[in-house]
């Protein structure tokens, strides 16, 4: 959750202790709320680059459910109103009612929900749940429930009698104006995920934090495959400095639309020093051929590059790609003379610079290909 303490219910407490002081002009984000978790490292699993979409809601009347997984902060214009009112960048729904004169306000089972496809399955590690520039017209409570069905389900299907919905995050009260940040025990895996509003409200950004856990069979279908994407499994785990943008970028599919959709890094100053990023392999695979992409960067990228593997946690690091040479703004390819057997990679930058997207083509190894298909059946796959 934010920093500062949520007032829960209770009948002597403030209903209103939650809420943020009206907006007073300058800088909106001044007195936004942030949190601070470490399973904000991990892949959101509804970043709409994977795929991730918000596929339904019962209700949109004020602003449109797909807000929610814009990748970009929320924008708040003071000034911006539409024939429906003050129009807002998030998701945002009517004022819900009571039944009749004599009971105005909605019972307490009342809520609004929003169904959201994930990208790619996973485990679910966290969850942000952000109220940027709703100070009071937030939500008073929240929560998070999630299945998992394979295919490309509709909403119907979704909400059909026979979906086991399991509760992420019971009804638990937010701040207005403020990231909440909700960490998530257990270890399944699942497709899509639905969040609610008691009674109703506004929510400007989601964000759904875990590890990608791919379907084995899939992966043997395809054969070669990018062993190092995220939608494949790979995962980010470390890096000498994010300072521009994060290096998780560097294995997101597609090309790079711009400067900041990759890794760059401030300019290193320390001689004989150079800028590097981790990775995890899903499991223990065979990489055949490597791309390095700098699209995008063009009097930023790195100089030159070198890749690293190892076999297991405490293997030793050897030479996949040697030193070499990079252009700005090109797809550079390489074909491995022998294949490297890892479970996870190092790329340098000499001395420093960035890089768009890398991806890995190889195979996993049988090895591999048994391990991931033990996590997959644990993870309930």
């Known amino acids: 959750m934010p920093t500062d303490e949520i007032q829960t219910e209770h009948p002597s407490s403030d ?9 007073g002009g300058g800088d909106p984000y001044a007195d936004h709320l942030s949190c601070d978790f470490p399973f904000t490292e991990l892949v959101d699993l509804a970043d709409r680059r994977l795929g991730a979409g918000v596929i339904a809601a019962n209700d949109e009347f004020f602003a449109e459910r797909e807000n929610l997984l814009i990748r970009e902060p929320a924008v708040f ?9 003050k129009i807002m960048d998030g998701w945002e729904t009517r004022r819900r009612r009571g039944a009749d004169a004599e009971h105005p306000f909605p019972a307490p089972e009342d809520h609004d929900w929003a ?3 994930l990208g790619t399955p996973g485990i679910i590690r966290g969850i942000v749940v952000d109220t940027a520039h709703f100070r009071g017209n937030y939500p008073q409570r929240v929560s998070v429930q999630a299945t998992a069905v394979e295919g490309a389900p509709g909403p119907q299907e979704l909400l059909a009698d026979d979906v086991k919905w399991e509760e992420l995050v019971p009804p638990t009260p937010v701040r207005g104006h403020a990231a909440n940040g909700f960490e998530v025990s257990g270890g399944r895996r699942y497709t899509h995920l639905r969040i609610c509003q008691h009674p109703d409200g506004g929510i400007a950004r989601l964000r759904v934090h875990g590890d990608v856990v ?3 069979a899939w992966l043997a279908a395809l054969g070669t495959i990018d062993l190092i994407s995220i939608l ?3 995962m980010y785990e470390d890096a000498s400095d994010r300072f521009y943008s994060s290096p998780a970028q560097i294995i997101l599919p597609g090309t790079s639309r711009k400067m900041d959709d990759g890794w760059e890094n401030r300019r290193r100053r320390v001689r004989d020093t150079n800028d590097w990023v981790r990775f995890r392999l899903p499991a223990q695979g065979a990489v055949r051929a490597v791309e390095i992409d700098t699209a995008c960067l063009k009097g930023n990228a790195a100089g ?4 690293h593997g190892r076999d297991g946690d405490t293997g030793e690091w050897f030479e996949i790609l040697p030193r070499t040479r990079l252009q700005p703004d090109t797809l550079h390819r390489f074909v ?3 294949e490297a057997v890892v479970t996870h990679v190092r790329l340098d930058a000499y001395p420093d610079g960035g890089v768009a997207r890398m991806r890995l083509h190889g195979s996993l190894t049988e090895t591999g290909a048994a391990e991931l298909a033990r996590r997959y059946e644990q993870a309930g796959g």
């Open 15 to 23: 209903p209103h202790a939650n809420d943020a002081a009206p907006y």
């Open 77 to 85: 214009d003071p000034e911006r109103f539409g024939h429906k009112g």
């Open 115 to 117: 169904i959201v496809r």
């Open 214 to 216: 791919p379907d084995p």
């Open 232 to 234: 494949n499994g790979g």
């Open 304 to 307: 030159w590059t070198g890749l």
């Open 336 to 338: 491995l003379d022998t």
